[in-house]
């Protein structure tokens, strides 16, 4: 037995309860939940807008999380047991067309694993029915079974509670600037959103040598926020045009690069409108599936070459992006303790949701 948040009901709440955990099939591992971040994305699964990540009750949610192996199933060469692991909601087999064409976050492995039909099914079961995971992960439990290609090792200097927040906020934002595009020195950038994922961009954009990083927000705590992490600039949306405010800072043509991570269709708008010409615009937030992107002047973007892109995850490979993000906070070159604005235990998941959804704070760990 563990315990666990689990959603009963369609659109209920979560409740902190005991739930059966059953060993470590083939491939897999046992890891010891220490703490576990809450996304956005979480409550999209729990509480629906993304087809593809409904979760059918019981389910557990959570896919930002860290802990310890304490026992691994058959045919296992990695992780092993007493290993610091940080869980990723993406598995690469590093031999599909997609990894070996240079795109390891599309692993055809990956969407696999995401599938709880396939595999050794859900780890999780309450009075004999299946828990339903988000993705192959599911971390908001106090023990879990994940796939050994998820569980990505760790120098064990590096404290848990932040190690967690590697798993999604900061390998999304941080892989957004390094791996998805090349930000060079002295390019404008522009930051639509600035929560977890957005000020993980920032920092990023800040230490590849942006001559500009400008932070949109319409908080005054995530813009201040922004400043910390590294913005040359700030634009409370709530009293500007976006575009415009933008090209006030980086004059008439706009930024090279425009993030977008709030998942709203209004601000991907204004991420297209903001870039010059030959720029692009990098949409990250998981807008609802019934939303449609609609473009003021598609002549716009054919005439003036503009690229429109998405990043999953950061674009990148887990196994090595992860220990270099947990090196460089080693080293006091990349910013996480100023990410958590809270740590809660599990069982005050309902609160920590509230708080997400009405815009506060930065992120909230849950420390096991």
Known sequence: MTRAAVQLKPDGPVEFIEVDVRPPGPGEVRVRMAAAGLCHTDVQALYGGVASMTMPPPAVAGHEGAGVVTEVGPGVLGPAVGDHVILS?????????????????????SLQLADPRTGNGPALSVDGTPVTPFGPLGTFTEETIVPAECAVAIDKAMPLDLACLVGCAVSTGVGAVRNRVTVRPGDHVAVLGCGGVGLNIVQAARRAGAGS??????????????????????????????????????????????FESTGLTDCMVQAV?????????????????????????????????????????????????????VREYLEGTLKLDELITRRRPLAEINEAIADLKSGTGLRTVFTF
């Open 89 to 109: 909601a993406l598995g690469h087999d590093g031999t599909c067309e997609f990894c070996t064409d240079g795109h390891p976050s599309l692993c055809l492995r």
């Open 213 to 258: 990083v400008i932070a949109v927000d319409v908080s005054e705590e995530k813009l201040a926020a922004a400043t910390a992490f590294g913005a040359t600039h700030v634009i409370d949306a709530r009293h500007v045009r976006v575009p415009d405010a933008v090209r006030a800072v980086t004059g008439p043509f706009g930024a090279h690069f425009t």
């Open 273 to 325: 409108s903001a870039i010059r010409p030959g720029g692009t615009a990098v949409l990250l937030g998981m807008a609802p599936s019934s939303s449609a992107l609609a473009l003021d002047n598609i002549a716009d973007i054919i005439l003036q070459e503009k690229v429109i892109t998405g990043s999953l995850m950061g674009s990148g490979y887990s196994a090595r992006d992860f220990p270099v993000l």
